[in-house]
């Protein structure tokens, strides 16, 4: 079973639509947890950290659940800007991290 | 500005060679990565280094081999011995924030 798990989708929203992420770890003991966006051909750059109170930074809201072990992001009004693959990351918490898949995103006008 | 630097950006290898990817950081961070990334398939740990002169194999280490000599130096030797190299090639370091990513290489048997 990998350590991080995610649908690949791809989703394909409209512009404005609400639309969501869940990802589920399989280690108890992680601590760290972080989404990432790639875009096409280019690096992975941390979009949040996610925080067991959960945490907003705009549009985007992240979520921990860890008696389910699952994260979520939660991104409101998509803009065309928002079209990437979003990457759930766990882990330690000075140590190695673990990355899902990633799910692609695309937002249509 | 702080970050991290990798190249080249393009490398082209040819068949039984072996080639230097480098990556240097001024982030300060004590905790290096090597990533390789294939369609499809996500971010695959190849090599790590928590420390300067310490390193441990990640989930793909066979046919690769890293040196940390340096803090601000990881560099990654894909050896004849990988027998399917073509990928993107990733460094991260890290501290409590999470990863910082080079701009990644991108390698290609000929």
């Known amino acids: 079973r990998k350590e991080v798990e995610q649908d690949p989708g791809p989703f394909n929203v409209p512009e404005g639509a609400t639309v969501a992420f869940n990802c589920t770890y399989s280690?108890?003991?992680?601590?760290?947890f972080f989404w990432y966006r790639q875009d096409c051909r280019k690096e992975p750059k941390l979009l949040m950290s996610?925080?067991?109170s959960g945490n907003e930074d705009g549009r985007f809201t992240a979520q921990l659940n860890r008696a389910s072990q699952y994260i979520s992001l939660l991104i409101r009004d998509s803009k065309l800007s928002d079209s990437a693959t979003y990457l759930c990351?766990?882990?330690?918490?000075?140590?190695?991290?673990?990355f899902g898949r990633g799910t692609q995103l695309t937002v249509w006008p | 500005d702080g970050g991290i630097t990798q190249s080249p950006k393009y490398l082209f290898r040819k068949e039984g060679q072996n080639v230097t990817l480098s990556c240097e950081q001024n982030?300060?961070?004590?905790?290096m990565y090597w990533y390789r990334q294939d369609p499809g398939q996500g971010l695959r740990l190849i090599y790590y280094?928590?420390?300067?002169?310490?390193?441990q194999k990640g989930d793909i280490a066979e046919g690769y081999s890293v040196s940390r000599e340096k803090k601000e130096s990881f560099p990654l030797t894909v050896t004849s011995a990988q027998k399917n190299p073509t990928a993107f090639y990733l460094c991260?370091?890290?501290?409590?924030?999470?990863?910082?990513f080079g701009s990644g290489t991108r390698l290609t048997v000929v």
């Open positions: 991260a370091s890290r501290d409590l924030y999470g990863y910082t």
């Open positions: 280690n108890s003991a992680s601590q760290s």
């Open positions: 996610v925080y067991s």
């Open positions: 990351v766990g882990g330690s918490t000075l140590g190695r991290l673990y």
């Open positions: 982030l300060n961070h004590d905790a």
């Open positions: 280094s928590q420390i300067v002169n310490d390193f």
